[in-house]
């Protein structure tokens, strides 16, 4: 069965700070992988996918991710976050096996302080 | 902008009444998925439809239905309405399954019951 988790319901980083939002998935298949963004009060807003090629997904905002086959993960990150990128964080995966499907983690909620 | 119109923005209404969600998918896109998010919950997967018809379902409670019209329009239709059906309701759509596209979201449904 398809799933993904986001082990950190929150992560708190210091504006300048690299940061990192945590998320592995368990598919059958190859896995079609997403990050989502929620602001509040707003929908989920696609920052970037990997389908497949490169590991390293660059994304929206400055953000990218690491998709690595051997620890399931695919985590979110920045070099240098801003106040800005506090919101909600949504990883998804689908599997070409099974594409109907489209789990959700349970999201992170970023707080960036200044 | 997504692409994804969800209607009304904003409904309150009393336990017991029953209301109708709409959504108009991005320009082209066959599929359509209605997904719950309660407050400081994750996305609830509630049901899809492809090319009108249902592809898959959900945590979709039985009082609850929906259904995807020639024009590809969906309307998911709430009923015996509950104080916890009270939640942001959001459409998603997507061009193809089975593929790596990117599924977008529309700005969601604020159901509020009272």
């Known amino acids: 069965a398809q799933s993904v988790a986001q082990p950190e319901d929150q992560v708190n980083v210091a504006e300048g700070n690299p940061l990192t939002v945590k998320c592995t998935y368990s598919?059958?298949?190859?896995?079609?992988l997403f990050w989502y963004v929620q602001y509040p009060n707003r929908g989920l807003q696609f920052l970037l996918k990997y389908i497949t090629g490169d590991n390293l997904v660059k994304g929206s905002y400055g953000f990218e991710a690491e998709f690595n086959k051997s620890q399931t993960s695919f985590h979110l990150k920045k070099p240098s976050a801003l106040v800005s990128d506090s919101a909600l964080y949504f990883c998804?995966?689908?599997?070409?096996?099974?594409?109907?499907?489209?789990?959700f983690g349970s999201g992170t909620r970023l707080s960036i302080r200044p | 902008d997504s692409g994804v119109t969800q209607t009304p923005k904003h409904l309150i209404t009393a336990t017991g009444q029953r209301v109708t969600l709409r959504c108009s998918p991005r320009?082209?896109?066959?599929?359509v998925y209605w997904y719950q998010q309660s407050l400081d919950q994750g996305l609830q997967f509630l049901i899809q439809y492809y090319n009108g018809e249902e592809r898959a379902k959900g945590n979709i409670l039985e009082r609850f239905s929906a259904q995807q019209f020639p024009d590809l329009h969906s309307e998911l239709n709430l009923s015996s309405l509950e104080l916890g059906d009270s939640a942001l309701y959001f459409c998603a759509s997507i061009l193809l399954t089975g593929s790596g596209n990117t599924i977008y979201f529309g700005e969601g449904s604020w159901l509020t019951v009272v």
């Open positions: 320009s082209g896109d066959l599929s």
């Open positions: 998804a995966v689908r599997s070409g096996s099974s594409a109907s499907k489209i789990i």
């Open positions: 598919v059958s298949g190859n896995p079609y």
